[in-house]
């Protein structure tokens, strides 16, 4: 049963496309029975997150204005990675691009959908140490603000919900289990 499709589709067309997504609108029969649409975004980017966490056990935090939430959000340096791409060479590629880092050690730690009620958006976090500095590459739509802030302030962020990307958050949760022993 969990395998089965119990939605049938009548019929679907592309209502938008660009470069990052597309948006398809389908006519169904859903569970029940009744008929109607589902809304489905295409993302064509991996999302990507870096816990990059420092010998002191600080954190990299990027401050940036989000446009769709019409806030400052501070988040996790993360990004867009090409579906043909590795998911490990775009997180090294954001991680430079933010922050100016290049990691010696990187761990996978987490796979997670981000919104699959709507969208198929794949989000992949790692864990990042061992450190480099150089000068940071921000793309031309990103203006930056890059802190180090302490593991344990950064985790009371996110359960005071001052941080609620969702990279972000379940990045820092899993590595405060990771630190627990689960």
Not at 27 to 32: A, R, T
Not at 125 to 149: D, I, M, R
Request: without cysteine; aromatic residues 10%.
């Amino acid at each position: 049963m969990h395998d089965s499709n119990p939605w049938q589709t009548l019929g679907s067309k592309q209502i938008y496309d660009n470069p990052w997504i597309r948006l398809t609108e389908h006519q169904v029969i859903n569970p029940s029975g009744g008929s109607g649409i589902y809304g489905e975004v295409h993302f064509k980017n991996l999302a990507i997150g870096i816990i990059a966490i420092d010998t002191d056990d600080q954190i990299y935090l990027v401050g940036q204005y989000r446009y769709p939430l019409k806030a400052y959000s501070w988040e996790l340096p993360e990004g867009g990675g090409p579906l043909t791409e590795e998911p490990l060479d775009a997180a090294k590629r954001e991680l430079l691009e933010e922050t100016g880092l290049v990691a010696q050690k990187w761990k996978e730690v987490l796979r997670i959908h981000l919104s699959n009620s709507v969208s198929d958006e794949l989000g992949v976090l790692y864990l990042a140490s061992g450190f480099e500095q150089f000068a940071p590459q921000p793309e031309e739509t990103e203006q930056l603000e890059v802190k180090k802030v302490p593991f344990e302030e950064v985790y009371q962020m996110v359960v005071n919900g001052e941080i609620t990307d969702s990279l972000t958050v379940a990045g820092i949760l899993r590595v405060k289990l990771m630190r627990e022993g689960f």
